[in-house]
T-cell receptor
């Protein structure tokens, strides 16, 4: 199974709130899980990534939580800001990122 | 990470014509990829551009429709041939680069926005 399932499809959050995006995978060979952020008119940009040997990784307001037994991982955006409004894609790969499987994307809107 | 540029950034084309999209990287990279992103959708891998050999296409994509060149380690082109309105999409190139000391991942160019009338 190569799919990565992402939810929700869209998310509206008030400024200062917490945004949570979830992803689930089937392929146990996946060992690298990056998140990409895409603003309108731009290409996707690597935001943060995690490997399955840790359960959480935090970079500033962005945190990835990883549950290896459940084959799920999630992105948490703390103190969400209007500038965070973008489409977020989770992804997974099994060998050095040479082949990425993407989730369907989540369109995040942070209201001021 | 590498700086990736694409030309053109956008174009409006007539059906039946072809468009060649260029991808330039500011450093040598081992692997380059081409993706299609239809409006409001996720990214779909078209092919891996191999330096010095034919590209490796994903299921549903063929060389006659999407010929790819990669003459060196910093440059690749994707041609969208005999275009139809269904080819209206964003076309993205990506390169494999270091995310940290031990992990590689893909970095994306800004994309080419194509509208076929």
């Amino acid at each position: 199974q190569q799919q990565v399932k992402q939810s929700p499809q869209s998310l509206i959050v008030q400024k200062g709130g917490i945004s949570i995006i979830n992803c689930a995978y089937e392929n146990t060979a996946f060992d690298y899980f990056p998140w990409y952020q895409q603003f309108p008119g731009k290409g996707p940009a690597l935001l943060i990534a995690i490997r399955p040997d840790v359960s959480e990784k935090k970079e500033g307001r962005f945190t990835i939580s990883f549950n290896k037994s459940a084959k799920q991982f999630s992105l948490h955006i703390m103190d969400s800001q209007p500038g965070d409004s973008a489409t977020y894609f989770c992804a997974a790969s099994s060998t050095s990122g040479s082949r990425l499987t993407f989730g369907e994307g989540t369109q995040l809107t942070v209201n001021p | 990470s590498a700086v990736i540029s694409q030309k053109p950034s956008r174009d409006i084309c007539q059906r039946g014509t072809s468009l060649t999209i260029q991808c330039q990287v500011d450093s040598q990279v081992t692997m380059m990829f081409w993706y299609r992103q239809q409006p409001g959708q996720s990214l779909t891998l078209i092919a891996t551009a191999n330096q010095g050999s034919e590209a490796t296409y994903e299921s549903g994509f063929v060389i006659d429709k999407f010929p790819i060149s990669r003459p060196n380690l910093t440059f690749s082109t994707l041609t969208v041939s005999n275009m139809s309105p269904e080819d209206s999409s964003i076309y993205l190139c990506s390169v494999l680069g270091l995310a940290d000391e031990v992990q590689e991942t893909q970095y994306f160019g800004p994309g080419t926005r194509l509208l076929v009338l």
